[in-house]
């Protein structure tokens, strides 16, 4: 009997520590490169941004907020990326800040450096800066005649062009998406990594269920983009 049990403990444990190895529970498994429109965050958040390009929001791994308090934000450490990091990075809100950046290594930063290739502050905001060039955004929506303009796009324009050019689909969000709007405007776009930085398909909350109310994201304000509605991609601020 004593020795059936030692046998069912160690069963047990054997299982459990197979499947520590076959998936780490805290282990993210997809980075998500978050670009927004800055004239759309600033109509929420009343900033005057005169930017007229996209700008990193963050690069955020699926699994984990806020995984190492004690981890604390060093600017030192990335000093030779801050001329980039205020070009492509801003703080919106306030642009002499590192604030955001703070924000972002401690909300997300310290998850993504459980993986060998981001544990530390440099690796994290260089590999983000990386990604966000080798994605170029900018470039491609441009390329592709999706411009800021006064006339409104289907959402199935935007998407198509994202999708057609990079092979995976991205997720972009509208402020105010709600389905009897007559318009929503576009404000962030996801595009997904896998744990070795190749593209991977977003997964798009909420589709399937449009009728229902959708869950509104309390930090930005962005929500899905609706389909049918039309979208509205407003032009920079000009002085
Ligand atoms: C944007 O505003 C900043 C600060 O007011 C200024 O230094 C910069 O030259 C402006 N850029 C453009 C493109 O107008
Ligand atoms: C948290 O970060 C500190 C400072 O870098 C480090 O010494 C510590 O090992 C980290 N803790 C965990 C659980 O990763
Ligand atoms: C910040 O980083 C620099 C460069 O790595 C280092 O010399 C300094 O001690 C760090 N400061 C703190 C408070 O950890």
Not at 27 to 42: D, N
Not at 167 to 176: L, N, R, S, W, Y
Request: glycine fraction near 4%.
């Amino acid at each position: 009997m004593k020795t059936f049990s030692a046998l069912l403990l160690c069963l047990a444990v054997a299982a459990l520590s197979s499947a520590f190895v076959i998936s780490p529970p805290h282990m993210w498994t997809k980075l998500i490169l978050t670009h927004h429109w800055p004239r759309t965050f600033c109509s929420m958040e009343h900033c005057h941004p005169n930017l007229t390009y996209w700008t990193l929001h963050g690069l955020w791994p699926d699994k984990g907020i806020d995984c190492n308090s004690s981890w604390h934000f060093n600017a030192s450490e990335i000093e030779d990326l801050l001329p980039e990091m205020k070009k492509s990075w801003p703080d919106l809100l306030n642009p002499t800040s590192s604030g955001f950046w703070k924000y972002e290594w401690h909300k997300h930063g310290t998850c993504a450096a459980k993986a060998e290739s981001l544990n530390s502050q440099h690796k994290y905001f260089s590999k983000a800066l990386e990604l966000y060039h080798k994605v170029d955004l900018n470039s491609i929506l441009t390329k592709f005649d999706i411009i800021p303009s006064e006339t409104y796009y289907k959402l199935s324009q935007i998407e198509g062009v994202i999708e057609n050019f990079y092979g995976v689909t991205p997720k972009i969000q509208c402020a105010h998406p709600s389905k009897n709007a007559d318009v929503q405007t576009l404000g962030q776009i996801e595009i997904c990594f896998n744990t070795d930085f190749t593209l991977l398909d977003c997964e798009k909350q909420y589709t399937g269920h449009r009728d229902k109310p959708m869950a509104v994201n309390k930090v930005t304000g962005f929500n899905v983009c609706d389909q049918d509605t039309p979208v509205y991609y407003p032009p920079p601020y000009t002085n």
